[in-house]
């Protein structure tokens, strides 16, 4: 593909913007609509004849989904597709604007009343994909953008993963997965998606957006986010329950719960001023100075009961303080144990591992694994075994990295055999 090439005799290549193994993007535009902007999306074809006829199948099949999605005013709409010169090509609608984890890189955190308001105006369009039976299975910051009139849009379907991995159900090997470490569910992770699925990955996406940084479980992350509306934050700890039976089944039930009265994020109401006192003055002189003297046995009386109080006050600040103390280390001691946990299936995928894919994820988890020993809340009882974990995970991480360098080929779909014949191996510790 060459800069100002025209496909389909009306579409015209501006310039590229991202390739991976299964397809290449392109800015372009519409050269019988006013020049009109477009997103193009070439998927890479195959060079194995019964393979390609396969994929040919599948692309038809997935781009009439993504046609009807588009109907929805949040999902880009697709223009048109078509096969040219052996390849398969997207035309999209073009989202002028920028996507969340761009704003996010630019003016930092997002503010509680900015991520409510994204989610109030996103849920719709998971209810939209789930009355049509629909799971996006990648969603995220970058594949959340949002347009002129300040309206997320939902992109990135993950149509060309699903294509090749419907396609390659039989066959030996592992394709690519759909979804992104670190914000996909459980469940996801085991290839049971379901529609609370995405209900999991937009509630990562939120506290991502309000902390610049991927929680460890779903109560540590109010740590980072100390002001946060109670409800709001209840909310969000439920959005990413691990469990699916304690997490929100629909987007409905969660809008739901958004936009109850409680949920709202407190206003300072201004009150209205104390009356004036009356100004009429009092002519007995005995009457003030008995109203003294009882102002004074007043005051007396206040003080000393100031003074109990304080002291009392003081030692409940003392027990709070040892509570909250010994509760801080009940967090950090249960994180680091989570993370150790996630970090085990990690390297026990990379030591069983013959796929350059799989290395990837488990190389993505184990960075992720890192992230969050930094974020455990500091302790100085597992100081030490979080530096030890830190290095060893850094190890492997560039173990990972050394083998992939010394892979003579990629994991391309239509290109396998060849690949299979070159085995990685890696010499890792037997546990984490």
């Not at 800069?3 to 519409?30: P, V, W």
């Not at 477009?38 to 199948?57: A, F, G, V």
């Not at 992109?155 to 066959?171: L, P, R, S």
């Not at 460890?216 to 100390?226: A, M, N, T």
Request: hydrophobic residues 35%; aromatic residues 6%.
């Amino acid at each position: 593909m060459t800069k100002n090439q025209l496909l389909d005799n009306r579409y015209q290549i501006i310039n590229k913007l991202h390739e991976t193994n299964l397809s290449i993007t392109f800015q372009g535009k519409d050269t019988k609509n006013f020049n009109r902007l477009c997103l193009i999306k070439q998927l890479k074809s195959s060079y194995n004849p019964q393979l390609k006829k396969q994929l040919e199948q599948r692309f038809q099949q997935e781009a009439k989904i993504l046609e009807r999605l588009g109907n929805h005013p949040q999902i880009p709409d697709l223009y048109s597709y078509f096969s040219e010169n052996n390849q398969f090509y997207l035309i999209q609608e073009w989202i002028a604007g920028g996507n969340l984890q761009e704003r996010l890189e630019k003016q930092g955190k997002l503010t509680e009343s900015e991520v409510k308001d994204i989610l109030i105006k996103i849920l719709p369009v998971l209810e939209f994909l789930q009355k049509n039976q629909i799971i996006h299975r990648d969603i995220k910051p970058s594949n959340i953008m949002v347009n002129r009139e300040k309206l997320p849009i939902l992109i990135d379907f993950g149509i060309v993963k699903e294509i090749y991995t419907i396609v390659n159900q039989k066959t030996p090997y592992t394709v690519l997965g759909i979804g992104t470490p670190g914000f996909i569910s459980p469940e996801q992770k085991k290839g049971q998606p379901t529609h609370a699925s995405d209900i999991y990955s937009l509630g990562l996406t939120a506290i991502y957006l309000l902390s610049n940084q991927l929680p460890i479980d779903p109560f540590s992350w109010r740590k980072d986010v100390p002001n946060i509306n109670s409800e709001f934050s209840n909310i969000l700890s439920r959005a990413i329950e691990e469990n699916l039976s304690d997490r929100y089944n629909t987007a409905t039930e969660m809008l739901t719960e958004l936009n109850k009265p409680q949920s709202l994020i407190p206003t300072r109401v201004l009150q209205n001023p104390a009356p004036a006192p009356s100004s009429k003055m009092q002519n007995s002189k005995l009457l003030i100075i008995q109203i003294s003297l009882t102002f004074i046995a007043i005051i007396v009386t206040i003080l000393s009961q100031a003074t109990n109080i304080f002291i009392n006050l003081n030692k409940s600040k003392e027990l709070y303080k040892k509570i909250d103390i010994e509760n801080i280390e009940i967090i950090a001691k249960k994180s680091l144990n989570l993370t150790i946990k996630k970090a085990k299936l990690a390297i026990n995928k990379a030591k069983t591992s013959q796929k350059k894919a799989e290395l990837e994820i488990a190389r993505d988890e184990l960075q992720i694994a890192i992230k969050e020993l930094e974020n455990i809340p500091e302790n100085q009882s597992i100081e030490n075994q979080i530096q030890t974990k830190k290095t060893e995970y850094l190890k492997i991480i560039n173990q990972i990295n050394q083998a992939l360098k010394k892979r003579p080929c990629y994991e391309l779909l239509f290109q396998i055999d060849s690949c299979q014949e070159y085995p990685i191996k890696l010499d890792l510790p037997l546990s984490p």
